[in-house]
């Protein structure tokens, strides 16, 4: 069969479709990057930066989503030149983020499991609970678990496990936070940038742009995603205290877990799912069970790296065995998190689907 | 009212099942001391001479129970100067066992978590997986992970682990059967066996001990059950990863853990209600229901003192950090059984419950 080139004026509804989302996303873009450059660009200044931050990598996760599910319809070059370039700039911008909330889950952990607080979750920015109690001037920290006085060994051993993590997580944000400063000034992200305000205006539809071909691309997203999930081990995640996340807890390979990585490529393939369904609809169909299977694979996703931080905590030099104890627990408490995060995704993923697999 | 003085002749079915089954139990425990003298005293010796310990710990148990239960039936000076000596027994003798199960127990979890057994079972006695590779002399051991070459200081933190956790469970359990010999030999011990001999002849009736009672206190050992699990928290053991038995996983109190306690209570008087329906039926009357209970609220028990064992040995002075981390990991993968054995209590109750409660 000869290939096709249509006229782009005779794809109304995919072209539209298509270029009205991705403009509607380049617009959000730019928004955000100037309230974040009216914040001094420092994203945990004011909550409207850290806002601006993250909406800033919202849409450029959209775009670049977007530019892979329907590449076909999208001029070639520009969209594979496109990608990457979004991809570094979410993933720089994400980073920063990322040790913040990590170092919040351990801290909030470390509080459940010292039965220090019933109420186990601590403010993020709380300067009220500082450990000036504890002997360890290493152990002080505005949000590490205070030991009092009567308490023994094991919770002094919470406490510095506390203290140990927020110094090297507060140390890795602080680099990631320097390191996004430095991409945002970068010639680099002042490239993506225009890329973005150019598509803000005229999205580079390809001549192949039909208006039939935008469902069949997001059925195929769609499918790749109900691959891999029939590629997931969802018997034994829907079976309650399976132990199987915690099996290898104790191995010399504490790096990401090769039994995760299946479930962060289902957290991804979900995502451009998701992503492709806005494109269809025009917005987010907020379908709950996509939206509750998408979040108990972030909280597997936030407790495996979680699990992950507090193992290479543990291999810090000259730690006290009571830190290090506690860093066990805690590593051994995160695994299981990303055990029940999986079975909350295999209860999420089943409910709806019953009589349609 | 005038208080009853009714003729034991009276009273034939229920002075027949509570003397038949005391009778019964006093006769097994009297052959099981007969087989363990035999094996020379030494429950781990011979597999018989360990069966014929677990023998007489569980007529021991039975006795003592049924004692308990149906008191008013029998001559209660006799049976207040009997329960005390036959716990004092069985508690002798468990105790040995305890400590070799509890090694096994947490072995078999350490071998799991190091990734090192595709098959996490043990068997108890192997003599083959002799730790010869491991460069610390201390982690050598016939039952501990073994580390290889390639692995880093987490799996050798397993290995040291195992190899703490073996001599200090050995040592303990070396103790226990000790005192337990010496237990045997003793004018106290030789005072039970009497007692025993004179129960497998002739069962001291009360002068009460009439036809009606038995059912109505096997009914009040039944009672104290319901209501004792009633008062469980059923309903968050039911939820399944609710994370409730590591709070506090890291506070200073580790010895038992006071959440445990109204679990170990329902465990009793599980055993209660079981020992009272087989003195009503003559037999186990083997109801899927309590036995799986029962097996729950055993797994709840030792794993509870195996976390606990994990927890003391993280106390020792001097360990090194891998070797605390790992007890903090097993610690947790402890606590995490106890709260799977809640889930399965929860399961193996309602099930059969449903519509009767």
Chains 1, 2 share one sequence.
């Not at 506390?162 to 990631?176: F, Y």
């Not at 039994?259 to 609809?281: F, K």
């Not at 695994?335 to 697999?357: I, K, L, M, N, P």
Request: charged share 20%; net charge positive; no cysteine.
């Amino acid at each position: 069969m000869a290939k096709q080139h249509l006229d782009p004026a005779a794809s109304p509804v995919a072209g539209d479709a298509l270029a009205d989302y991705l403009q509607a996303q380049a617009t959000e873009f730019l928004r955000a990057l100037r309230v974040h450059r009216e914040g001094g660009g420092t994203s945990n200044g004011t909550p409207e930066s850290a806002d601006a931050a993250r909406a800033l990598r919202r849409s450029a996760r959209r775009i670049s989503s977007t530019l892979h599910t329907f590449r076909p319809l999208l001029d070639a070059d520009w969209s594979e030149g496109m990608r990457p370039e979004l991809a570094w700039l979410s993933g720089t911008l994400a980073r920063e983020h990322a040790y913040g909330a990590r170092l919040e889950r351990l801290l909030n952990a470390l509080n459940r499991l010292s039965g220090a607080a019933t109420t186990a979750v601590v403010p993020a920015q709380s300067k009220t609970l500082a450990g000036r109690a504890t002997a360890e001037p290493a152990a002080n920290g505005p949000r590490t678990p205070q030991p009092t006085a009567d308490r023994g060994t094991l919770t002094v051993g919470a406490a510095k496990a506390g203290a140990l993590l927020e110094r090297q997580l507060t140390l890795a944000r602080t680099r990631a936070h320097s390191a996004a400063l430095q991409a945002l000034g970068s010639s680099r992200f002042h490239a993506v940038a225009d890329s973005v305000a150019v598509l803000a205006s005229e999205v580079p539809l390809a001549p192949a742009a039909s208006a039939g071909k935008l469902p069949p691309l997001a059925a195929e997203a769609e499918g790749r995603l109900t691959d891999a999930v029939a590629a997931l081990p969802l018997l034994t995640a829907g079976h309650p205290y399976n132990a199987a996340a915690l099996v290898h807890g104790l191995s010399a390979d504490t790096a990401p877990q090769p039994q995760d990585a299946p479930w962060h490529q289902v957290r991804l393939l979900l995502r451009l799912h998701r992503y492709a369904l806005e494109v269809l609809h025009g917005h987010d169909p907020a379908d709950p069970r996509l939206r509750s299977a998408g979040q108990a694979l972030n909280r597997h996703r936030d407790a495996a790296e979680a699990a992950s931080a507090a193992a290479s905590a543990a291999r810090t030099p000259r730690i006290a065995p009571a830190t290090a104890y506690a860093l066990g627990v805690l590593h051994a408490d995160q695994r299981h998190e990303v055990e029940a995060a999986r079975f909350a995704f295999q209860r999420a993923w089943s409910r709806d689907s019953v009589g349609t697999g």
